[in-house]
C-alpha cells in the first residue's frame, strides 16, 4: 500500500532519515520501533507530508504521493493522528469530531440563503456519524465533555475518531501509550483492531510498549540511525542481532 523508497532527511548536516527502505502491506497493523533519535517520527512525518523529504520517493497504491501536503494526503485517505489543537481544547468531545474538515455545504463561503436547510440537514448528519464514532470507541459518556477535561487515554481515543470521521485507509499513530493507563491502553488496542477487521484500516504504529507491539502488530519494523534494520514478526525481531545491538548501544 506504501512504499519507502530510499528516503533520506537531513537537517541541515545531520541524517535523522538516512536511506529508509520499507513496504507497508495493506490490512496489515505495522509497528515500528526502535530507540530513541532512529528516526521513527521524521519518516512518519516525511510519509505523512508534514516533512519534505530531502531525496527518496514514497508511493501510494502505486502514485507517487512525496512531498505531498497533509491535505492533499488526508482526501487520499493517509492520515497521521495530532494531539488535538489549543483551539479546539475548550470545545466539546462531539464538537471536535464534527470539526474534521470534510465536505460539507456549510464550510462554503458562498453558500446563500437558500442552503441553509441543506446546511441544517448536514449538521444533523454530521452530529449522528460523531455520536457513532464516539460509540464505536466505547467513550459516548465523554459526547458533551470539554476536550480538555478528559484523561490522556481518552484524547487518543478522540485523536482516533477524528480519523473515522473521514474515513481514513491508513492512519499512522505515533506513540499511543505515552502517558495512558493500561486499561485505557487496551480500549485503544481493542479500536485499532476493530477499526483493521472491521473496517480495513491499515495502521502504522510507533509504539515502546512492546506487550501493545505483540498484541496488535505484524510485522514489526525496526528502525536505527536513520535506517531500516529489520521487519518481520516482533519474535524475529526480537531475535536479530542488529536489533539488538541497536538498543544495547543507546
Ligand atoms: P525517533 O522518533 O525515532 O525518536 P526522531 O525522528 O524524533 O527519532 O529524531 C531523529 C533524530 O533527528 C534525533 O536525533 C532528533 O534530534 C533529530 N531531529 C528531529 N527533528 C529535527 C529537527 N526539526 N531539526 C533538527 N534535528 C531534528
Redesign the pocket.
Known sequence: MITVDDVHKH??G?H??DGATLEIVEGSITGLI????????????VIAGV?EPTSGRVTMSGEDITGLPPHTLFHKGLLRTFQIAHEFRSMTCRENLMMVPGDQSGERLWNTWFGRRRIAEEERALRAKADEVLEFLTIEHLADQRADEVSGGQKKLLELGRTMMVGAKIVFL?EVGAGVNRTLLNTIGDAIIRLNKERNYTFVV?EHDMDFIDKLCDPVIC?AE?KVLAQGSLAEIKANEQVIEAYLGT
Open positions: 537537517f541541515g545531520f535523522a532519515v526502535g530507540p530513541n533519535g532512529a528516526g521513527k517520527t521524521t519518516l512518519f512525518n516533512l505515533d510507533i528502525m536513520g
